[in-house]
């Protein structure tokens, strides 16, 4: 069966994941979550990609971004893939691919589930069992939705903005969003949908994608799709 084709709409959100070869690590030391982040960030800026949350786990990471274009994501994720693995290989002194194939990724609509993927991605070093609180951890865009430092990486989705009148206030609400956690059936839409390639939303937000492009959207849809109205 042929490889489902990434589907990337300029102005939508995306959960972005990419894995290690056969779950190997992709970080060594400290020094390389660093490398990955100035990768991200200098090339989201370069290819018009707002991040809005992250996290770097051992053999894998997790972003939610909203391209400018069509081909931003794309571009951003292949001049970080490149350079970080040759980062990587010349620091290891080792040859050969670092990624497990190709990046995974999905459109989320994100009325219903923005907020819960930043949770979702948030909590991954907790359910991993590497630290007991989110804000322990290091390497991820928590921190900054909590107020506890500024992520020049990250650019907060409007959705972000409406948690509270001030800082203090969206903070507060931010944390209390992680504390209460998401269901299973959110963690488990949301990580299937960007390993699948389906787009995660409501019926009204899935037909209004398959409008805009040829390549099918959901699992559920059969036949061949209708021709894709332009996105202006």
């Given at each position: 069966m042929a490889r489902l084709p990434r589907l990337t709409l300029p102005g939508y959100a995306h959960h972005i994941i990419q894995r290690g070869n056969n779950r190997q690590p992709i970080f060594a030391a400290s020094a390389d979550y660093g490398e990955l982040l100035g990768l991200l960030e200098e090339h989201a800026r370069k290819s018009g990609v707002a991040i809005h949350a992250y996290v770097l786990m051992s053999n894998h990471f997790h972003l939610l971004a909203t391209p400018d274009e069509s081909q931003s994501i794309p571009q951003m994720m292949q001049a970080v893939g490149r350079r970080y693995v040759r980062y990587f290989n010349q620091r290891q002194a080792r040859t050969g691919t670092l990624w497990e194939g190709r990046y995974r990724s999905t459109l989320i609509q994100s009325e219903r589930y923005l907020l819960a993927c930043m949770v979702y991605i948030d909590l991954n070093p907790v359910r991993a069992g590497l630290v007991s609180d989110a804000a322990d951890y290091p390497w991820s865009s928590h921190a900054h939705y909590i107020g506890r430092r500024y992520d020049k990486l990250i650019t907060p989705h409007p959705l972000y903005w409406e948690l509270g009148n001030t800082p203090f206030a969206r903070?507060?609400?931010?944390?209390?969003?992680?504390?209460?956690?998401?269901?299973?059936?959110?963690?488990?839409?949301?990580?299937?949908?960007?390993?699948?390639?389906?787009?995660?939303?409501?019926?009204?937000?899935?037909?209004?994608?398959?409008?805009?492009?040829?390549?099918?959207?959901?699992?559920?849809?059969?036949?061949?799709?209708?021709?894709?109205?332009?996105?202006?």
């Open positions: 903070d507060a609400s931010y944390a209390e969003l992680v504390h209460s956690g998401v269901t299973e059936q959110q963690e488990r839409a949301l990580t299937d949908s960007a390993l699948r390639g389906w787009a995660l939303g409501e019926s009204d937000y899935v037909a209004d994608l398959q409008r805009r492009t040829a390549r099918r959207v959901s699992k559920t849809r059969a036949g061949r799709p209708p021709a894709a109205t332009p996105v202006r």
